[in-house]
């Protein structure tokens, strides 16, 4: 990376298992997370801006990844890179070759991703889990994604169609006879994309009860789905026709899998009212880690796993089961300020990444450490 957040110039080598990216507070633990995301994806985590991006004092930033990908065997390597310019300038290639977008780009690597704000999944409201449902809905079944982009749009073309219904002040009957075409496709795209997601919950909540009990949580952990309305069709559609008048009210479709719920439980608990904060953090890494079985199961690939801050709020008995997890779990980075917060980190295969907090508030290089160095 050049000139991106804290780091003048920094290039990192990343083993295929565990790699620690230790150091201070503010030494750029989770910019050098946050680069490696925005490498393979175009994107920052944090949801930063590009001027936010880049270092300040420079015009411009850029980040590139070698990344490796395939079977073993069968390996291809895939040079990703992002070059930002603020305020609107942005350059992403492949193999040197520009592109449109990374997301889409079949080497591209997954990457789940932790971080202490992510908590929201098991304690915010329902919209960030019905969201992170969708993505990996998607994730476990490309072919999914345009099935949930129809429900969409079914839904806002009966939005737009209520509010126009309710401008021009149209009796019921006949809103209900313009409505009813809408309501079709609504309730037929509906039931289709409850369906996958109902699937999709199914494929991962035995691997995420798994990981749950592996790294120590007490109790039963369970991810189940909640839909908020029928999954049939017909019955939705009937449900649906029920509500028109509240819908003209509201100018919007009240009822539908918009509104639904991914429930995290234990032993029938929402951990969000019943758990600690880090029964809530091992519940939250128990759901990744169990999503990632489970794209691994259905695609034969891991997500590289960016995990920050993640030891806080962890007892030593935790830490150790996490670290033993994430021995057989694939490509991981974990942040911490201490190395030994990661019990067996001096381990021949874990990496090691020091952040050092340079002299000057910009100037910072990370160096990995290898088995050869040591
Ligand atoms: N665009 C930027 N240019 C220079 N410094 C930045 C930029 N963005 C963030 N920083 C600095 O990065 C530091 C935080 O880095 P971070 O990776 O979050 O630290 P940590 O090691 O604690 O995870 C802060 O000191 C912040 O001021
Ligand atoms: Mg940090």
């Known amino acids: ?34 680069a490696a995301y ?22 411009a930033g850029h980040v590139s990844a070698e990344v490796e990908s395939g079977a073993a065997g069968a390996l291809s390597v895939s040079a990703f890179s992002v070059g930002i310019q603020p305020p609107d300038r942005r350059r992403l290639r492949v193999d ?9 780009h079949p080497a591209r690597p997954r990457m789940s991703v932790f971080l202490p704000d992510r908590l929201a999944l098991v304690k915010g409201g329902p919209g960030l889990r019905r969201a992170h449902l969708d993505q990996l809905l998607v994730a476990l079944r490309p072919s999914a994604g345009p099935l949930r982009r129809g429900f969409h749009e079914a839904l806002r ?15 019921l009957d006949r809103a209900r006879g313009e409505l009813a075409p809408w309501d079709r496709a609504l309730a037929s795209a509906a039931a289709a994309l409850t369906e996958a997601r109902a699937a999709a919950v199914a494929a991962v909540d035995p691997a995420v009860a798994e990981r749950a009990r592996q790294l120590g949580l007490d109790g039963e952990l369970e991810v189940a789905y909640r839909p908020r309305s029928s999954t049939d069709a017909d019955e939705l559609l009937q449900a649906l026709s029920e509500r028109v008048a509240g819908d003209l009210e509201r100018g919007f479709t009240h009822h539908g899998p918009h509104r639904d719920d991914l429930a995290v439980r234990r032993e029938g608990r929402p951990l969000s009212r019943f758990g ?33 801050d993640v030891m806080s709020e962890l007892d030593v008995e935790r830490r150790s089961r996490l670290v033993e997890v994430l021995a057989g779990a694939g490509q991981a980075l974990i942040t911490v300020t201490e190395a030994s917060h990661v019990p067996g980190a001096d381990a021949d295969d874990v990496g090691l990444v020091e952040v050092e907090p340079g002299a000057a508030a910009t100037v910072r290089v990370a160096t990995v450490s290898t088995e050869a160095d040591r």
């Open 276 to 308: 600690s904060q880090g029964e809530q953090r091992l519940a939250l890494l128990a759901l990744l880690l169990g999503e990632a079985d489970a794209l691994h199961a259905a695609s034969g690939q891991r997500p590289v796993l960016l995990l920050d």
């Open 157 to 171: 073309q009966r939005n737009a169609l209520l509010t126009s219904l309710r401008t021009r002040g149209v009796d």
């Open 1 to 34: 990376m050049r000139d991106l957040r804290t780091y003048v110039e920094a290039e990192v080598e990343l083993g295929p298992g565990l790699t620690v990216v230790a150091g201070p507070n503010g030494a750029g633990k989770t910019n050098l997370l946050e």
């Open 96 to 104: 040197g070759n520009p592109v449109d977008g990374l997301l889409d």
């Open 38 to 59: 925005l490498a393979c994806t175009g994107r920052s985590f944090r949801g930063a801006s590009d001027r936010e991006l880049v270092r300040r004092g420079a015009d």
